[in-house]
Structures are given as C-alpha cells and as structure tokens.
C-alpha cells in the first residue's frame, strides 16, 4: 500500500452508535490531519497530531474523539452523533505540521448519520 | 482575517478549450504559502502546486500554468486543451505564518469544472 488509505470507504451508523474511522500513512511524514467535508461547505479542519501529539483541536464537538498511537496511524471514534456530522471524513499527512507542507490525502470516509 | 475566496462555484466548458479557475485571497502576513488542490470524483485532494509569498514567478506544467500576481491577490489556474479527466472540483488553499491556533490552512470553497466531451 502506498500514499494515505482510509477505511471504511462509507460508514452509515445511527445516532446512539460508536464507531472509528481509521487512517494509514505510508509516507514516512510526521504531521496527520482530520478534516471534515461538508456539501456546499469549505473544508474544516478538526485535528492535527505531529509526532503523534495533538498540536489543533479546532473547536470539534466531544462526539468526535481522536488517537493518535503512532506516526502512521490516525483515528476517529465518533459517539453519540447527530445527522449534521454525515459528510465526508478526509486524513491528511504532511512531513510537519508546518506552514508551507503539502498535505497528502486519503480517499476519505463517506458518514452518513441516521 | 485571512480568507480564500474561489468566486466560480461551477464550471463547465467543452473538451480542448482553455479555462481559468480564479483564486483571491486576503491575508495580513507577509509570509504565507498558497495551494492548489484537485479532488476527483474518488474523494481524495491530489496536490498540484504550492507557492510561497516571494517567489511571484508563474509556473507552468504542461497543460496547467499558475499565475500568482501579488499585486491582486490572487493565484489562478488555467488548464490548456482541457480533458474530460481534467473534471473534478478544484480548491485553491492558503498558510500563514502566524496563523492563529484556529487556522492552519485555510480552504476555498472549491470550483467544480465539468469537462463536457
């Protein structure tokens, strides 16, 4: 496997579920990212891990808990969600979190919430 | 506050004729960096370009030319002799260097192209 992979490709769960979304760098970066995509919305960005720490938490609702165990891993639990989460969940990596960085993305986790 | 503003929502031209994708942006910072991002319809952002705040020069890469114009703000796209493939919605991205704890990079709101065969 090669770049960043994303499983599961779509998720459809019911409010009082938990589930996780995983994210895997093969890319050897540093800096992992969570992103959300909304329809007719920009891009927000939820989390950021360099060196498996968190450096960003923007403001994302306690429904949405991530881990971060390694460089190459990311997750996403969700808990307790609410039809306005469904959208489209993008992991990133980078070298660094650093301005400047391209981000290399993965193909994204489709949510849609009951 | 910095800002990316993608003004053309959609876009749809017929196959080989050149079109521009617009990107204005607002920013405080002297230094920053400015993307270009294009997601396909599989979902993930393929990077294309990046350009820092002093390197004003145009780029070109075969069928895609950038044209970064300090004085306007802006960095646009253009895509020579599109291709049906060239379909995809398109984002136009910017990285401060003092950015605050909320901003790490900042996302237009995409231009989606139609490439019509």
């Known amino acids: 496997e090669t770049g960043v992979t994303q499983t599961p490709r779509h998720l459809v769960m019911g409010m009082t579920n938990k589930k996780s979304l995983k994210c895997e760098q093969h890319?050897?970066?540093?800096?992992m990212y969570w992103y959300k995509q909304s329809a007719k919305k920009p891009l927000e960005l939820m989390f950021v891990?360099?060196?498996?720490?968190?450096?960003e938490n923007n403001s994302v609702p306690s429904r949405f808990s991530p881990e971060c165990p390694n460089s190459s891993h990311l997750f996403l639990h969700l808990h307790t969600l609410q039809p306005e989460d469904s959208a489209l969940y993008l992991c990133?990596?980078?070298?660094?979190?650093?301005?400047?960085?391209?981000?290399?993305f993965g193909p994204g986790t489709r949510l849609t919430v009951l | 506050a910095q800002k990316v503003t993608q003004a053309q929502t959609e876009i749809s031209v017929v196959e080989k004729e050149d079109v521009t994708l617009d990107c204005v942006y607002e920013?405080?910072?002297?230094?920053?960096?400015l993307f270009w991002y294009k997601q396909p319809p599989s979902g993930e952002l393929v990077f294309l370009i990046r350009?820092?705040?002093?390197?004003?020069q145009n780029e070109i890469s075969g069928r895609y030319s950038w044209n970064f114009q300090k004085s306007t703000s802006s960095f646009n796209f253009t895509i020579t002799a599109s291709q049906v493939v060239d379909s995809a919605v398109y984002f136009c991205?910017?990285?401060?260097?003092?950015?605050?704890?909320?901003?790490?990079?900042?996302f237009g709101k995409g231009t989606r192209l139609h490439i019509l065969p």
């Open positions: 990133a990596s980078s070298q660094g979190p650093e301005m400047g960085n391209e981000q290399f």
């Open positions: 890319l050897g970066h540093n800096a």
């Open positions: 891990y360099s060196l498996e720490e968190r450096v």
């Open positions: 920013t405080r910072d002297t230094t920053y960096y």
């Open positions: 350009r820092n705040s002093f390197d004003e």
């Open positions: 991205a910017l990285s401060e260097a003092y950015m605050n704890r909320d901003d790490k990079i900042i």
